[in-house]
C-alpha cells in the first residue's frame, strides 16, 4: 500500500510524490492512472495557489500592523517629549506621571493590539488639556489608533482566512489524494495478479522513503563485523 500522505506536510512534498508516481505510470504503461495523477497535480496546484495567497494576505497584513506600532510607537514618544518640556523635564511632575506611570517605554513596548486602549486613554485625557500642541497630540495619535486597528483587524481577518484554506482545501484535497493512490494502488495489484507479476509490483510506482535491494536466490549475506 502507498504511504498516506499527511494533511501537516508541506504542498510541495505532496506534490514530489505525484510528479514521481506520474512518472512511474508512464514507464510502466499505466496510462489511465498517469492520466489521474496528472488531474491531481493541476487541483494541487489551484491549492498551493490558494494557500500563497492567504499566506501573502496574512504577511501583507502583518506588516501593516508593524507598520502601525512603529507610527504609534512615534508619535507616543513625542508627546512624552512635549511633556517634559512643558513639565521643565521633571519626570515625576503629576501631570507627566498621569500619561507615563512608569517609563515611556513601557508603553511603546507593548504590542500594537494591547498598546491601543492605553493609547485611547491618553487621547481622552489630552482632549481636556488647554495647550494647542498637547490637543494636536489627541489629533495625530486618533490617526495612528484608527489605522492600527484597521491594521489588527485584517491581521485577525488574513489569519482566519489562511485557517478556513487549510480546513476546506488543503484537508480536503490530501484526503482525496490518498483515496486516489490506495485506489491506484489496488487497480495495478490486481492487474499484476492476473499478468502473473510479484506481488508487490504496484509498490514501485509510489515512492518510498528507503528502498532496500531485492534479495537474490542463494546469496549470503555477510555478517557484521
Same mark, same amino acid.
Given at each position: ?43 494541487? /496546484?489551484?491549492? !498551493? ?21 512603529? /507610527? ?9 517629549? /512635549? ?14 506621571? !498621569? ?76 484526503? /482525496? ?49
Amino acid at each position: 500500500m502507498p504511504a498516506l500522505l499527511r494533511d501537516n506536510e508541506s504542498l510541495d512534498s505532496h506534490w514530489e510524490e505525484l510528479v514521481y508516481s506520474e512518472a512511474t505510470f508512464l514507464a510502466g504503461g499505466h496510462k489511465a492512472q498517469a492520466a489521474s495523477t496528472a488531474k491531481a497535480l493541476k487541483q494541487l /496546484d489551484a491549492v !498551493q495557489g490558494g494557500q500563497r495567497a492567504a499566506w501573502r494576505r496574512e504577511i501583507v497584513a502583518q506588516a501593516l500592523v508593524d507598520f502601525a506600532d512603529e /507610527d504609534l510607537d512615534e508619535g507616543v514618544e513625542q508627546l512624552g517629549r /512635549d511633556l517634559l518640556h512643558l513639565e521643565a523635564g521633571n519626570r515625576k511632575a503629576s501631570r507627566f506621571k !498621569q500619561y507615563f506611570k512608569t517609563a515611556v517605554s513601557a508603553v511603546t513596548r507593548l504590542g500594537l493590539e494591547s498598546q491601543i486602549p492605553v493609547v485611547e486613554a491618553m487621547v481622552v485625557t489630552l482632549g481636556r488639556e488647554t495647550e494647542k500642541q498637547l490637543k494636536e497630540h489627541a489629533k495625530t495619535l486618533l490617526g495612528f489608533i484608527k489605522r492600527g486597528k484597521e491594521a489588527v483587524d485584517e491581521r485577525r481577518t488574513a489569519a482566519a482566512e489562511r485557517g478556513a484554506h487549510r480546513a476546506q482545501e488543503i484537508i480536503r484535497f490530501v484526503d /482525496d489524494i490518498n483515496a486516489l493512490r490506495t485506489s491506484q494502488h489496488a487497480e495495478i495489484t490486481l492487474e499484476a495478479a492476473k499478468a502473473g507479476k510479484p506481488r508487490d509490483y504496484a509498490d514501485r510506482f509510489f515512492r518510498r522513503q528507503t528502498r532496500t535491494a531485492r534479495p537474490v536466490p542463494g546469496e549470503v549475506k555477510p555478517t557484521p563485523t
